[in-house]
């Protein structure tokens, strides 16, 4: 964000408007945006959810909701901007009151035609509420209309076509903001800063100087409460085909033609289109899933042992998987990526590997030479991190690895808006950098259904992982084959 705040006017419609995600997210996240001066006095939020409550009790909802992050005289300018509806969204009818509402409240705040629809409420309401908006006239047409969407994006490519052709019947896909809130985050967005903001580093990201890039999501927790969902869909669904690809986009893209969302997405777009899809028995050759046993601890129970898991369970809490582009740039360089719960730490982070140099130093320690790895720590630090050869400390020639360590400060991580923040930020600036866009997201579909497909045919070993460890040893051979080696080990 620069540091000019400009005021950005809209009426924001939000579908569910008394959720966890809108109390612990969206509604501390817009009084940033207010503190900040994005918003001032040209904006409202409509929140609607089946509740029967009025403005006043509504107001307090989101006064609670920030309590604590700003003076009383803020908190209580910024909730007089809130206004409630009880709604259906299954009910068309119920969307009349909220035409007439956005109407009066854009005259009244000034709000020059701006819409975002935001949609916080199950998916399966999703398409409904996109055509209603469209259908009962809810869309303003001297402003911009923008939708955004919450996750999950269907749960296979076919619903997930089913999903954008409802959107689309209302809404263009420059219209159409997906959220994956890993695209918010400062460490993801820091990977093309990296990349093209430092010309040695693009000139060598490519097969000629990387061996590989290794991209981690490991959890330490278990399912926890999240059984019933999670059981149906697991890591390949939960973690894998959206953030794990979102992340390999900016790292596997070619150099956009401009930093425009466009471009960007053009950019990405050409990665993904050149992804080896795989079949059949290349599944198992190139990917493991996994399932978590006990650990040492008593409390670390078998995954099958968890509330509400069935004792028979096939569902994969871990997964890892070799992932390969033909193009000119990455031929020959496999994106390693795993994901899985329970695992030794929480850790999120890219480490891309660096081919070993060959230069002969003519003395007897050039096998001390090591590959250099630049490491981008995503979470639960954010942190760059480079491992690179200098000079051991010795009176005869020697090398050693030495690690250049950058993190960052508590300043700038106070600083640091939430991903939900930027998000609510760039929609309102209609910046489509950093939401998933159809096209990749249909590729990865594509590629994640061939796998469960293998999956569910049960024709891939589940293989079993001792709990707070790194999970199953199938995933070391995975990189072994191709003599590489996790670089993150916990
Ligand atoms: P929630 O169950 O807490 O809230 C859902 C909201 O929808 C409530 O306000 C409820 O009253 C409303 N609602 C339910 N049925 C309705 C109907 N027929 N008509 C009108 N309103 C109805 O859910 P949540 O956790 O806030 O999640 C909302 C969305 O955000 C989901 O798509 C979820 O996948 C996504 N999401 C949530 C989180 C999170 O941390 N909570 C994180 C990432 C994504």
């Known amino acids: 964000m620069d540091n000019k705040p400009t005021e950005l006017p809209l009426v924001l419609l939000l579908f569910g408007g008394t959720g966890d995600l809108a109390k612990r997210k969206l509604y501390p996240s817009l009084f940033n945006l207010f503190k900040k001066g994005y918003l001032q006095d040209r904006f409202a939020v409509i929140g609607t959810a089946r509740h029967d409550l009025d403005d006043e009790k509504f107001q307090e909802i989101v006064r609670q909701s920030i309590a604590n992050n700003g003076t009383e005289g803020q908190i209580k300018a910024f909730a007089a901007h809130f206004r409630y509806r009880s709604h259906d969204v299954t009910d068309l009818k119920d969307y009349g009151k909220l035409k007439d509402l956005l109407a009066q409240l854009d005259q009244q705040y000034n709000a020059n035609g701006n819409r975002i629809f935001y949609m916080s409420v199950a998916p399966r309401f999703f398409g409904q509420i996109a055509q209603a908006i469209k259908s009962e006239g809810?869309?303003?047409?001297?402003?911009?209309?923008?939708?955004?969407?919450?996750?999950?994006?269907?749960?296979?490519?076919?619903?997930a076509q089913e999903l954008q052709n409802q959107l689309e019947s209302g809404f263009s896909d420059d219209q159409i903001f997906r959220i994956d809130h890993y695209l918010g985050k400062e460490m993801v967005q820091n990977i093309p800063a990296l990349?093209?903001?430092?010309?040695?580093?693009?000139?060598?990201?490519?097969?000629?100087?990387?061996?590989?890039?290794?991209?981690?999501?490991?959890?330490?927790?278990?399912?926890?409460?999240r059984a019933g969902y999670y059981n149906t869909a697991g890591a390949l669904l939960d973690m894998i085909q959206n953030h794990t690809f979102q992340i390999v986009g900016w790292l596997a893209m070619e150099e956009p033609a401009s930093f425009s969302d466009k471009d960007i997405r053009a950019a990405k777009n050409a990665a993904f289109s050149k992804l080896k899809m795989y079949k059949g028995e290349e599944v198992a050759a190139n990917f493991v899933r996994g399932q978590y046993g006990r650990g040492r601890e008593v409390w670390q129970k078998a995954y099958t042992e968890e509330p509400d898991v069935p004792a028979d369970s096939k569902n994969d809490t871990y997964v890892a998987g070799r992932l390969q582009f033909d193009t000119d740039r990455w031929q020959g360089v496999p994106f390693y990526i795993r994901t899985g719960k329970r695992l030794a730490a929480k850790q999120t982070r890219v480490d891309v590997v660096y081919k070993k140099s060959t230069f002969d130093f003519g003395t007897t320690n050039d096998d001390k030479l090591t590959e250099p790895v630049l490491s981008i720590l995503i979470d639960p630090v954010g942190g760059i991190q480079f491992s690179l050869n200098g000079k051991d400390v010795t009176t005869e020639f020697s090398t050693r690895s030495d690690l250049l360590a950058w993190s960052i400060s508590d300043k700038d991580k106070a600083q640091t808006p939430d991903p939900y923040e930027r998000m609510l930020h760039d929609a309102m600036n209609g910046d489509g950098s950093n939401f998933a866009d159809w096209t990749g997201v249909s590729i990865s579909w594509k590629f994640v259904d061939q796998i469960a497909k293998v999956w569910a045919e049960d024709k891939a070993p589940l293989e079993s992982y001792e709990s707070a460890t790194m999970g199953p040893v199938a995933s070391d051979r995975l990189l072994a084959e191709t003599g590489d080696r996790w670089i993150y080990r916990g």
């Not at 809810?138 to 619903?159: A, C, H, I, Q, W």
Request: charged share 25%; glycine share 8%.
């Open 138 to 159: 809810l869309m303003s047409d001297n402003g911009y209309n923008r939708l955004m969407v919450e996750k999950p994006f269907g749960t296979s490519f076919d619903t």
């Open 195 to 225: 990349r093209f903001g430092n010309a040695f580093i693009d000139a060598t990201w490519n097969n000629k100087y990387i061996k590989n890039i290794q991209v981690t999501l490991a959890e330490e927790l278990g399912v926890e409460e």
